[in-house]
Every structure is written in C-alpha cells, then in structure tokens.
C-alpha cells in the first residue's frame, strides 16, 4: 500500500528556531492534513487544506498544499518545548474520502 | 467529552488467543477507520466504514474483522492473534463530507497498546 514520504524523519532544534517538514507523495490528493501525536496519545488534527496552492495558519503553525497536489508542507516558528511529538501529514482523494494515507512521521525533539 | 473512546488502553494476549477491541463515537459521524501504527512505518488501515452496516478492508486487513451495526461502535476483532499483530490500534471517526463545521479530519481515539506473545 501507497504512504507518503515525509521528511525529515526526526529533527532536534533549539527553542525559538523556525521548523520545516514536507510530505511528498507519487498521487494526487484532494485534501491534505496535518497531525501531531503526543507520546501516549491518539493523532490530533493541527491544519486542513482543500485546494492546491493553499497557504493556511494556526496560532504557528502554517502549512501548503502544493500545486501539483502531490506534495505538501509544514512550518512552525518559533518553536516551543510543547512542540514536542510526532507530526503526520496525510492525503485524501476525492471519491476514496472515507480513506486517509498517512505519511511516516517526523519526530521533533526541542531542546532548551 | 464528545470524542471517540477506545478500549482497553492495554492488552496482552497469547499468541492464538482472540479478542475486540472496542471503539465508540458519540458526534454522529459516518465514517470510522481503524488504523496500526508500527515504530517507523506511520499508520496504517486495518478496515473502515463508511456507515452502519457497511464495512470494507484497508491496507492491511489479515487477520482482522469488523463489523457496524450501529453509527456509534465499530469493534475490531482479532481471531487468532499473532506476535505480528503486537502494534498500537487506533480508531477514528469523521464526517463523511466536508460540511459546515467539519474538517474533513478524523478524530481519533486515544489507542489500544497490544502485545502479543
């Protein structure tokens, strides 16, 4: 079964510093979204992009759905120690909408 | 809290052994997935549902059976566990289109540890 490639696969950064993932994938999808997963703890959903070449925020968070909808991307500025966990990002194709292919992860670690 | 409930938290289990993990969602979504999440490899879909009654497989469907009578639970059973299936089990459910207040995420439960041995 098709995932997607993000990377990088785990980053350490520094508290303050701006953080970028990307997630690219081989098909096109219809619906790209973002998730971040606390140790212990079930996928939570951070942001949701519908159309190509969307830019959207949350709080630090800003993401994009690429334009040949194969790709996407995550930036958080300047990063806190909450920012700790996995990030997931996962595609959804139109007509297959019950269904989400989700990336392999990148795990961010914050240091102080 | 509205949201999707999974139980139990943790499991063990002899290799063999049967068993339903449960999962419950009280936002009347249509949709609900399971999914493992194995170190290394993401998540990945077990089956899904697209509403009561309806069932089809995911990615990775061996092994495992589900079943939705009602729009609220959607139990995952294993019918003869395998150390291969030692993961963390996740449920989620979703709107099944993108409707005036809906995402078009899922929402997904807290996970079900199991350890088969």
């Known amino acids: 079964g098709q995932q997607l490639n993000q990377s990088p696969q785990s980053m350490f950064i520094q508290e303050g510093e701006d953080v970028s993932m990307n997630c690219t994938s081989s098909?096109?999808?219809?619906?790209w979204l973002w998730y971040k997963q606390d140790p212990g703890e079930g996928p939570v959903l951070l942001i949701a992009?519908?159309?190509?070449?969307e830019l959207t925020s949350n709080g630090r968070l800003t993401a994009q759905f690429g334009i040949t909808r194969k790709d996407s991307f995550l930036n958080i500025s300047a990063s806190i120690p909450s920012d700790v966990g996995i990030y997931f990002c996962?595609?959804?194709?139109?007509?297959?909408?019950?269904?989400?292919?989700f990336g392999t992860g990148t795990r961010l670690q914050v240091t102080l | 809290n509205a949201g999707v409930t999974q139980t139990p938290k943790f499991q063990v289990l002899k290799t063999g052994q049967s068993m339903t993990l449960q999962c419950a969602q009280d936002?009347?979504?249509?949709?609900m997935s399971w999914y493992r999440q194995d170190p290394g490899m993401g998540l990945r879909l077990i089956h899904y549902?697209?509403?009561?009654?309806?069932?089809d497989q995911g990615e990775v469907p061996n092994g495992y059976n589900v079943s939705r009578s009602t729009t609220e639970d959607f139990p995952l059973r294993l019918l003869s566990a395998a150390p291969s299936q030692t993961s963390v089990y996740f449920c989620?459910?979703?709107?099944?289109?993108?409707?005036?207040?809906?995402?078009?995420?899922?929402?997904f439960g807290s996970g079900t540890r199991l350890t088969v041995v």
């Open positions: 992009l519908y159309k190509a070449g």
């Open positions: 098909s096109i999808f219809n619906t």
């Open positions: 549902s697209v509403g009561a009654g309806i069932t």
């Open positions: 996962a595609g959804r194709v139109t007509g297959t909408a019950s269904k989400l292919t």
């Open positions: 936002m009347n979504h249509e949709y």
């Open positions: 989620a459910s979703s709107y099944s289109s993108l409707s005036a207040g809906a995402s078009g995420g899922y929402t």
